[in-house]
């Protein structure tokens, strides 16, 4: 069983359209994130959810809507894409807020804006 | 604000040869910190963590780091290198706050291992 999953894992899509991407954990975790990895592989956290409750919102576009529907999902709406959104986008879980412990990744959302 | 420094982008190494990644942070109280590696195509996994005690850690797959707290420093290292740690390997750390943006982990840019047969 995947610890944490998202679909889909590739995503082609045009500029101006909206999509999501879903995340599951069945690890039990309290909180679970969104990070983006740019072209240069850099990771930055996007947001943090602890118990269905936003507990991180770094600076991201409003385009951006995350949502939790329970502990165990995270899902990120993205509304009128841009060519910048283009990006691997990874969910993660963590038994304690703020990433204290061990993230555990899924693996990745490739995310092609054209 | 937290940030951590990689110094190395690219390291290229041959098979059986030592490993040191450098790694530095920037941040004034206690620190949690991490290293992660990244196999092409797959997804972050965790090597390593330090959060107190012996600042030596070991790791899985042969990898340790040492945390030396006056230097602001947590170098990842592997005596003998395998093809098979061709990766990107990516330094974290998070504040001893719990909770909020003070607990978020900052990565850095990662180094890209690129080791050859």
């Known amino acids: 069983d995947t610890a944490v999953s998202q679909t889909p894992k590739y995503l082609v899509t045009q500029m101006g359209n909206d999509k999501s991407i879903k995340c599951e954990q069945n690890l039990g975790h309290d909180t679970m994130y969104w990070y983006k990895q740019d072209s240069k592989k850099f990771l930055k956290i996007m947001f943090s959810y602890n118990n269905k409750e936003l507990i991180i919102n770094e600076t991201v576009p409003n385009r951006f809507s995350p949502k939790s529907p329970d502990k165990a999902h995270l899902n990120l709406h993205i509304n009128s894409l841009e060519l910048g959104d283009s990006a691997v986008y990874f969910c993660?879980?963590?038994?304690?807020?703020?990433?204290?412990?061990?993230?555990?990744f899924g693996e990745g959302s490739r995310l092609t804006v054209l | 604000a937290q940030s951590v420094s990689q110094h190395n982008h690219h390291v290229i190494l041959s098979e059986a040869a030592s490993l040191e990644l450098g790694c530095n942070y920037s941040y004034g109280g206690t620190v949690n910190l991490f290293w992660y590696v990244q196999y092409p195509g797959q997804h972050l996994q965790l090597l390593l963590k330090y959060f107190s005690g012996d600042p030596l850690v070991k790791g899985i797959k042969g990898f340790e780091a040492e945390f030396i707290k006056s230097k602001f420093s947590f170098n990842l290292r592997k005596p003998s290198v395998q093809w098979s740690d061709t990766a990107e390997y990516f330094c974290?750390?998070?504040?001893?706050?719990?909770?909020?943006?003070?607990?978020?982990?900052?990565f850095g840019k990662g180094t890209k291992l690129s080791v050859k047969p």
């Open positions: 993660a879980s963590s038994q304690v807020a703020g990433g204290v412990g061990e993230l555990f």
């Open positions: 974290a750390v998070t504040g001893g706050n719990y909770g909020g943006s003070q607990g978020n982990l900052i």
